[in-house]
């Protein structure tokens, strides 16, 4: 017969019988495992076929995935690849510029409910995920079973305590990636490259969720299986790729453009235009730190010569003035008009800006015309005097293909 304390025991402790930090630790490996699981395998290998990993591995994350989260592989690919495709406009699964910082962090995954019953986003943008026999009669047919061993796995091993564990389990991806990710990663954050949206990086270490946080990175480069770009970012999911790699586990097939620079070229050619298209996002951050530079010298000098600048001119100039024009908000734009006629010098360079990203921009255009244009920027630049776009012009003449 069991006895009351036996079960008084068990439900204290479970069958391991573990103390309070051993089961915080087990809790913060398997809620890790999970975040690599999404990251490794939903993101980067299904959603954006930037990886491979061996058919082993990616049964594991699936039955880990159908354990932890519930979630169905087909819906979370086809509902972050619309996010990429419709991203920041009303079609959006789940843009806070759209529904509201708040919506998005405490709601992120009723958002994605939501879109995961849009039949149309499914068909659409689901193309090559798994449609195997278990696919199809396990994890997407029994999505709820998972989630419902796994608690009586968390109960059995911890007792009462197990409930704990298992709910921090469920809210796990809910909170980081629906809500964090999604939510932060689209608000708040720095910003390495002018991506067309308003994606941050939330740190430069991502370490929590794998290195999801670097996520204006990602972004910018959505193909790429590393996050990190700058030698003080840490992409932890990158570590574990490369573990994976060393023992043929998983096959990196594509990460971010390596800029090459060399001796100046007399004049920019046809290499030249394709090496500044490849690498623009770096381009274009270079340029906005020459941006930077000068507008703190233009501006120390306005105020030498005594002018009264409103104070909003200043954050106005650090915040928007390297922008693209679409990201600046239009209750900014009049306090940069102002701040551009009272320095020509910064007029010149933000127009100068927006010439060069037309290069890219420009469709209709064919390559010698688009050459053409680049020359003659370079040309202007050279010609004006100011000496951030005479040295920017160099640098464009120094880049070469990788």
């Not at 029994?142 to 197990?162: C, E, K, Q, R, Y």
């Not at 921090?168 to 991506?195: D, K, S």
Request: proline content about 4%; glycine content about 6%.
């Amino acid at each position: 017969m069991v006895s009351w304390q036996s079960v008084l025991d068990w439900a204290a402790g479970g069958i391991t019988g573990w103390s309070w930090c051993q089961i915080v630790i087990f809790t913060l490996v398997v809620t890790h495992i999970t975040s690599v699981s999404v990251t490794l395998y939903l993101h980067r290998a299904q959603a954006h076929r930037a990886l491979e990993v061996h058919p082993a591995l990616a049964h594991f994350f699936r039955f880990w995935l159908w354990l932890t989260t519930g979630m169905s592989t087909r819906e979370w690919v086809a509902i972050h690849r619309k996010h990429h495709a419709k991203c920041e406009t009303e079609q959006d699964p789940h843009s806070p510029q759209v529904f509201g910082i708040k919506k998005v962090m405490w709601e992120g995954a009723e958002l994605y409910r939501a879109e995961a019953r849009n039949a149309e986003t499914l068909r659409k943008f689901s193309h090559g995920t798994p449609d195997d026999w278990l696919e199809r009669n396990v994890y997407a047919r029994w999505s709820m079973a998972g989630v419902s061993a796994m608690l009586i796995v968390d109960v059995a091993l911890f007792g009462l305590p197990g409930l704990a564990v298992w709910a921090v389990q469920m809210a796990w991806i809910p909170f980081w990636a629906a809500g964090v990710v999604n939510g932060l990663g689209h608000y708040w954050g720095y910003r390495n490259f002018e991506a067309q949206d308003a994606s941050r990086n939330l740190t430069p270490w991502g370490v929590v969720i794998g290195g999801e946080e670097l996520h204006n990175n990602h972004h910018t480069y959505p193909t790429s299986a590393k996050f990190s770009v700058k030698p003080y970012e840490f992409d932890l999911g990158w570590l574990y790729i490369r573990l994976l790699q060393a023992v043929g586990l998983a096959k990196v097939k594509k990460v971010p453009p390596r800029l090459v620079t060399g001796a100046p070229k007399p004049e920019a050619d046809v290499d030249t235009l394709e090496s500044l298209i490849a690498n623009r996002y770096a381009m274009m951050a270079a340029y906005a730190r020459s941006v930077k530079r000068t507008s703190r010298a233009e501006l120390a000098r306005i105020r030498a010569l005594g002018a009264q600048v409103d104070a909003r001119l200043y954050r106005a100039a650090r915040r928007w003035l390297h922008r693209d024009v679409e990201q600046v908000p239009p209750a900014e734009q009049a306090q940069l008009a102002q701040l551009r006629q009272l320095s020509p010098v910064l007029d010149q360079m933000v127009q100068m800006r927006e010439e060069l990203r037309q290069l890219w921009l420009s469709t209709s255009l064919s390559r010698d015309q688009l050459l053409e244009r680049l020359q003659q920027w370079c040309r202007k630049a050279e010609a004006s005097g100011i000496g951030a776009l005479q040295e920017f012009a160099r640098q464009l003449r120094r880049i070469r293909a990788a």
